[in-house]
């Protein structure tokens, strides 16, 4: 049986929390990943100097991939 998918969308997302909003996605999230195995993706956002605008980070938490868009 094929497992389920979601895709997630937030302004922050750990290790850049912010906010209840995000704490509690974060959360049904890793229950969703962890407990019923779906598989999670996240799109979020971050800012670092470090990199080029719009470059792409991809991590994963709590067995939830996270694929971040740096903003200038």
Not at 33 to 39: H, T
């Amino acid at each position: 049986m094929k497992s389920k998918k979601l895709l997630s969308v937030n302004v922050y997302y750990a290790p850049q929390s912010f906010g209840g909003a995000t704490i509690v996605a974060e959360e049904i999230n890793s229950i969703l990943s962890l407990d019923y195995k779906w598989e999670v993706t996240v799109i979020t956002t971050f800012q670092d100097e470090k990199y080029f605008p719009y470059h792409l980070k991809k991590y994963a938490i709590k067995n939830v991939t996270v694929i971040a868009i740096n903003l200038p």
